[in-house]
């Protein structure tokens, strides 16, 4: 389809406040989750000489040092910003049904239509998140144990580029497996969403036809705007890298970018989806109707006319 | 052949090595005549060669065995009859019962025992010549930990002693079973590395016979002498292996024999695959030229220049600051099976790479550099890995920071990469801080809580307590008392205070409360800033006038507190906002110390250990305080932070 992705990133601009707003949650949550770091940190760094070899220059030593210091041992509160993270999984599931009503609509909805929509749809994610987490497995485990085997072949010097490749091929295929997952389930949320549709399972079901019956198109749209995303993540971890360790307000600036680009990517791929859906309900409604063909003559039948319109019956 | 060091010494080796039959015949009862040397760059024996080993082995590349036969003629040095005489058996610790893999699985609850694991040697037949076949009176003993199925240490018990200065020859017939390497020796795919696979007589230390079975955390002690080793392996195989190679002889049943000579070395290993890619160059040391044969994988070919520099730079730096490598040769393998990697044997090291290492990881230079450090701290200076494990661990990963400082710069030495850095020395004092306070360096190898404490002691504890040393000596002195220790010591088994008196003997300081401390003890050294602070002197005036710098008189107090139980004398820097700086020495026998200055200028920062020189202090970071507070470090840790659990957020949100 024309235009396709190029529709989809003037939906997402459209309504990009809801970037922000994910941006915002995501920043100010994982600000929160390092409210135990930054008591951890308070009174070991703030008037010692020694932290400035954090800042000057970026010493792993002195930082490893400080890390695992008994009255630090900064890893210990790894667990909060997990926490946190599973808390921004909820609210992503929460919001995701305000997102998509918004690119289905095309307009900007009022704050109440949105989280009535994030409301309505609630339940339906999360029936379809359980539903994916079980599809999930497989990939998962193909990835495990490409990692497992791999990492006893890279013990051998003869094996160990042999097992890089079948590292880099399976993650490849897990992440291939993945990406068609989350398109399938990303059409069976646009499609309940268009189609007001309640009963998920079926929902799912009707999605995987679709996704996998348009897959060439779907997947090369979705992988397009992934590689896009990869290539900006890693221009910036390359600028981040070339930036000196003592400029480290605007290295941080340069991380936060990667971030925001990341959910955009993401929004991106959804609005797509949608359009793309909506095109082909469209493409569906107004293609006449199929007029049936007069059947062939049959010479074994005799044709009789109709009797004259006076003719009273 | 590259081996061109005189016909006559060729035959004179050839000679010795052919007579190991007629020789064994018969009891001898002065020391054997010495061949001129051939491994060696000496024109005579440099140790007491209290042993001669003469092996013929045949390896079957196929099935990973090897069968051999050994000649080892032992001269009683003990000033003692010796009727008593133990052999280390050590492929026979790749057992699921033995001490070795109790312990492994003891200290590593992941590790999992796999058959291919399994090795074994065999001993075949034992005769004493003179004394006939004593195979039945092979006994197997546990002197450690009394494990009946332990298996990697034999005695044998003659019918009549060995005198005192008399010799005795031992032929031993034994079969090797290899299995896959899991630590240091045997197999992966064509890869082959032979350590530890020769029955080997014990060694009589102290006035007893020290033998001990086979560890997960030891290594290895044994005499020094002579190795004359035939080893005939398939043609198509390349050979590393200690000693330098003084024949090869096609066979017609496609193998071929090749014939090694090793003089003053104290072990033999060796290491065969078909496709190494050899690379030599040579060190013009201060004895005479040095061959490095560096044996490669097909797949790091493109680091072979990185592992030369890195012996030429080591080599070069040795020799200047503690004296000559005395071989003709030394074999860098890399290794085709990393758990092979990073070990030491005379004449011959393993390194550790992978194909795709970056220049800024010093992965390869640390092992390559370690494991020649080694020999000097083991080959040479030979002392006892079972007991005194940090003699050869520690003195080399102090020495191994000391060099690749000197190469690298002080803060680069371990890694240098996307303008991350870190030293040598501050990976081994990390180790120190996570095994603080469990056992004392001078503690048995194998008695230590867990393996993870062994190594963080051993290497890390060790390496920096000899940088804190320096703080006490002088940094020039400690290498000076390493050259006097490794001058008088190589070829040698010193035990730790040998050691520790050559610092005090060199250094003309009694050290004994530093050694009590940090060799003998467990203590902790901690100090900090307590507390340190200005305050105006006319506090308590009702209206004081306004401050004014200089003109304005303040106290400022430092407290100093010795958090830990390690009494180590400190300075103290004080810097004031005149500019004016003073520095204290304290001698941290109490627990704390106040200083208190009246000037008409406030504090700036009090420092502890100015110059970062008293490495042993588990925590820099309370050495200091600041009057003006930087958030700069905190808030740069807490962004990355934020990052990495946004990155994460971000990564769960997909799944929403």
Known sequence: ?313 | MRFSKGILALLCSALAVASGGAAASSPARTKPASPPPVATLSDKPLSERVVAYQIDARFDATRHTLDATEVLTYRNLTGKPQDTFPFHLYLNAFNPTSTFMKEERRDSSGFEWKDKYKASAEVKSLEVVGMGDLTSQLKFISPDDGNPDDRTVFQVKLPRPVAPNESVQFKIAFHDQFGEVVARTGYSQNFMMGAQWFPKVGVWWQGAWNCHQFHATTEFFADFGTYDVKLTVPQNEVVGASGVQVGEIKNSDGTKTLTFRGEDIHDFAWTAQPDYNVFESDFNGSMGKVKIRLLMQPGHTSQADRHMRIMQKTMKRFDEWYGPYPYKQITVVDPGDLRAGGMEYPMLITGATTWWMPDGLRLVEQAVEHEFGHQYWYAMVATNEFEDAWLDEGINSYVECKVLDDIFGKDKSAMDLWRITESDISQRRNGYRSALDFDPMARFAYQYINESSWGNVTYGKSATVLYTLEKVIGEETLKRALRTYFMRYRFRHPTKEDFLKTVEEVSGQNLRWFYDQAVYGTNVLDYEIFRAGSGRLDWYLQKPPEEKKGETRYRTMVLVHRKGDFIFPVDVLIKFDNGESVTEHWDGKDRWVRYSYDKKAMLISAEIDPEHAVLLDKNFFNNSYVREEDTAAKWKIVNYWTWVTQMLSQCLAWLA
């Open chain 1, 1 to 313: 389809m024309p235009g396709l992705l190029r529709e989809g990133f003037s939906r997402a601009w459209h309504y990009q406040r809801v970037l922000w707003f994910i941006f915002f949650i995501s920043f100010v949550l994982s600000h929160f989750s390092t409210a135990p770091v930054t008591h951890k940190l308070e009174g070991s760094t703030g008037h010692s000489l020694h932290a400035q070899r954090l800042t000057n220059m970026f010493d792993y030593g002195s930082f490893s040092a400080l890390s695992s210091d008994p009255e630090v041992k900064l890893f210990e509160v790894a667990g909060v910003s997990m926490s946190y993270s599973m808390v921004f999984l909820v609210i992503m599931l929460f919001l995701t049904g305000g997102i998509l009503e918004a690119y289905r609509s095309g307009r900007r909805l009022t704050t109440r239509e949105f989280f009535e929509a994030c409301g309505s749809y609630f339940w339906r994610w999360v029936r379809l998140f359980l539903l994916m987490a079980i599809v999930l497995i497989p990939p998962l485990s193909l990835a495990y144990v490409v990692g497992d085997q791999s990492g006893d072949m890279m013990l051998n010097a003869a094996q160990e580029k042999t097992a890089f490749w079948i590292l880099l091929a399976g993650l490849g295929v897990a992440g291939f497996l993945m990406m068609c997952i989350r398109l399938w389930f990303d059409m069976a949320q646009v499609r309940a969403v268009v189609e007001e549709e309640t009963g998920m399972w079926r929902n799912a079901g009707r999605a995987f036809k679709i996704t996998f019956g348009n897959f060439r198109s779907l997947f090369w749209m979705y992988f397009r705007i992934s590689i896009l995303g990869w290539l900006v993540f890693a221009i910036g971890l390359y600028v981040w890298a070339k930036m000196p360790p003592a400029h480290f307000r605007w290295t941080i600036l340069i991380l936060e970018i990667t971030v925001l680009w990341g959910f955009w990517i993401r929004l991106w791929q959804r609005a797509c989806e949608m359009t793309w859906y909506q095109r082909r309900v469209l493409a569906s409604i107004a293609a006449p109707a199929p007029i049936p063909l007069a059947p062939p003559p049959n010479p074994l039948l005799t044709i009789i006319p109709p009797p004259p319109a006076d003719t009273p019956r």
